[in-house]
């Protein structure tokens, strides 16, 4: 990257937990993060906004469902309406698909368990803002840390995501292998993570921001947090 | 105006798998209930709104149950008019 650093603007709700880890990781993958706040309508001129991990309000209601009403949402809403790059992780992307401005939405884990381990995430589209730098098929070792990740869909919403290409990630082997001894929480063709149509707006179950430090675990965040950088840099979006 | 009580029942969608049911189910057993299946555990709200009439207050309130009190992709609701007071 060149010239200036994108801002990445990371909004913290009531309850959210990695904010301070999403913004780590943004500045360890060499952006700026701006914290923003759910009750603001303002955005700071942000070139990305990643919506972080947590329990939002407590899970009130449906996860995610009191967050994506939240204020800022209206801005967040009108900013990928108009392209920009969106990241939502886990809690994130629970909020994203309450908003509707991602398809399906979040259960509870089939086992009844809360999972946290490290998984491995087969990358299914380049067509989003964090898989751009990837290859399809490419596997990332990323944490997992969910009781309420089980992604379900209507009919008609599964079939679009599958037959538009819009499942970002499965869980899988390390190899690429999906299948059912692959899938941590049941989710519907082991799908760990979708984007929008036009590729800007991506959530996941999984933990980017947790897999960027060599020092402390597996470092699959990495490629996707440089992507998101990337595309920040390039968005005609402000 | 008056104020007209609500019940919303909130139960997730009959083709999904029902994590919160089958734990109840699991544990009816050990109390001697042998006989039960299909248990399902869904969510109860209980609200109170001010409208000039009934029909005012059903439609927001069903409007409500649409866009905030259930998700339409998992859950199906049940608006309930319980009384004016």
Known sequence: MSGRAPRVGVVTFPGSLDDRDAQRAVTLMGGDAVALWHA??????????????????????????IAARAPIMGEVVTFAGRGGP??????????????????????????LRFICRDIWLRVETTQSVVTRGLAPGETLEIPMKHGEGQWVATSEQLARVEGEGLVAFRYASRGGLVDDSTNPNGATNNIAGVRSEAGNVVGLMPHPEHAVDPDVGPTGGQALLASLLEAALEGAHA | M?????????????GLSDPAGKAVESALPALGWT????????????????????????????????????????EDVQVLEVAAK
């Open chain 2, 35 to 74: 006989n039960v299946t299909h248990v399902r555990v869904g969510k109860h709200i209980r609200l109170d709104v001010d409208a000039p009439d009934e029909a005012s207050a059903r439609t927001q309130v069903d409007d409500m149950a649409e866009r905030l009190l259930s998700n339409p992709v998992i």
């Open chain 2, 2 to 14: 008056t104020t007209f009580t609500f019940e919303v029942l909130v139960s997730l969608k009959p």
């Open chain 1, 40 to 65: 603001d309508h303002d955005l700071q001129g942000v070139d990305a906004v990643v919506l972080p991990g947590g329990f939002s309000y407590g899970d009130y209601l449906r996860a995610g469902a």
């Open chain 1, 86 to 111: 969106v990241l939502g992780i886990c809690n994130g992307f629970q909020i994203l698909c309450e908003a509707g401005l991602l398809p399906g939405a979040l259960i509870r884990n089939a086992s």
